[in-house]
């Protein structure tokens, strides 16, 4: 048990619409970040959040965009929809103090049709 | 940015027998180095992670050893069970001191491991 739970599991979006994912931690775990899975492949970064600020950013546009709240939740919010959009969102969080252990999700299957 | 390969992308054993999966990475600057287990439609389960200050590290079945020098890194599991099946992913990241290091985590490809009983 992770302590980290994400909703919705699965979800069916068109092209072009807005979608908005979201995530709980635990307590204490002040650092969230979200990943990509596509089908066979490696989790890729996207953003990561540090006391509701984005410190960090891979390589993704800025139709993708992020919150984090001071409840220990947080939003992974995807604009202008694209076919290649369809993927595992995945949550990850970390608590100060734990060096750099990082706990995921079980993750929102998001398909773009 | 960091560049993490891993071999063999599938890899079939016989229940009782050992697994090896090993990883490259390029940035000499990482310093963090979990292995993650994912189960079908399930989310990656930490299993084991080891820090540039240490060697090799066991949990029962379960190893990993690390050569900076080389730059690589390797999962070792023995005694496997069916259980054992599933995708296995390493990954490398640099974790500084405080709240704002940066733990991005970079993946490798993954390792489909089938064990037949």
């Known amino acids: 048990e992770t302590g980290v739970t994400q909703s919705p599991t699965h979800l069916i979006k068109t092209r072009g619409q807005q979608v908005t994912l979201r995530c709980s931690s635990q307590?204490?775990?002040?650092?969230v970040s979200w990943y990509q899975q596509a089908l066979g492949q490696g989790p890729q970064f996207i953003f990561q959040y540090y006391r509701e600020e984005e410190n960090g950013r891979g390589n993704f546009p800025p139709r993708f965009s992020g919150l984090q709240f001071p409840n220990y939740s947080s939003e992974l919010n995807v604009n202008a929809l694209e076919l290649d959009d369809s993927a595992l969102y995945l949550c990850a969080s970390r608590a100060q103090g734990t060096g750099n252990t990082i706990y995921f999700g079980e993750g929102s299957w998001l398909t773009v049709v | 940015g960091e560049n993490v390969e891993q071999h063999p992308s599938t890899l079939s054993v016989q229940e009782g027998d050992s697994a090896v999966i090993k990883c490259t990475y390029s940035?000499?600057?990482?310093?963090?180095f979990p292995w993650y287990k994912q189960e079908l439609g399930k989310g990656p389960q930490l299993i084991i992670d080891i820090r540039s200050n240490v060697g090799e590290k066991k949990d029962q079945r379960i190893a990993v050893t690390l050569n900076k020098t080389a730059k690589h890194f390797s999962l070792h599991i023995t005694e496997t069970q069916p259980e054992d099946s599933a995708v296995y992913f390493c990954a490398a990241s640099k974790a500084g001191t405080g709240g704002t290091s940066y733990g991005k985590l970079t993946f490798g490809q993954g390792t489909i491991l089938t064990v037949h009983p």
């Open positions: 940035d000499s600057a990482s310093n963090y």
């Open positions: 307590s204490g775990h002040n650092t």
